[in-house]
């Protein structure tokens, strides 16, 4: 493939921006929320959004685009190698909790925010959703974080 080494510094670059972002979102959230502080929360709520969309989503299309497309081809079929398939399947995994349940969550959490943000209380509803946002967070970067094993060890 011509131009290997680009593709694979772009795929690199969204693995960073992708990683980087997810987990120090996930660290700065969850230490504006023990604050209590309405307005510390709903600022850093969204951030959450600004920082997925800007971050979290170019960094995935980045690692899909190049690996799908330029780079699974180096190595052959994704469905015939193991290490390949594994790491295609946990970031699709990651993918469709991200776009069926912390997507979701998030836009729910902005919208409480902006009503809550010069009041005193957070309503009880943000924290439940904040709690689903960490158990599905935490596994939604588990995956991705085991496919970096993947990719990186290439086991057999």
Not at 18 to 39: C, E, H, Q, S
Not at 47 to 58: E, P, Y
Not at 64 to 90: M, N
């Amino acid at each position: 493939m011509e131009n290997y080494l680009l593709v694979k510094s772009l795929h690199i670059f969204g693995a960073v921006l992708f990683l980087g972002n997810i987990i120090v979102t996930a660290l700065w959230k969850v230490m504006a929320d023990r604050t209590r502080n309405p307005a510390i929360v709903a600022y850093s709520q969204r951030l959450v959004t600004i920082t997925d969309f800007a971050f979290t989503a170019i960094g995935a299309a980045l690692i899909f685009v190049t690996g799908r497309y330029f780079l699974a081809e180096h190595f052959g079929e994704i469905s015939e190698i193991s290490w390949l398939s594994w790491g295609y399947w946990l970031f699709i995994a990651s993918g469709v909790l991200w776009i069926t349940v912390l997507v979701p969550v998030q836009i729910m959490q902005a919208k409480l925010a902006k009503e809550f943000e010069n009041k005193d209380e957070i309503p009880g509803r943000y924290w439940i959703l904040s709690k689903v946002w960490v158990v599905v967070g935490i596994v939604a970067t588990v995956l991705p974080l085991a496919n970096l094993y993947f990719m990186v060890f290439k086991p057999t």
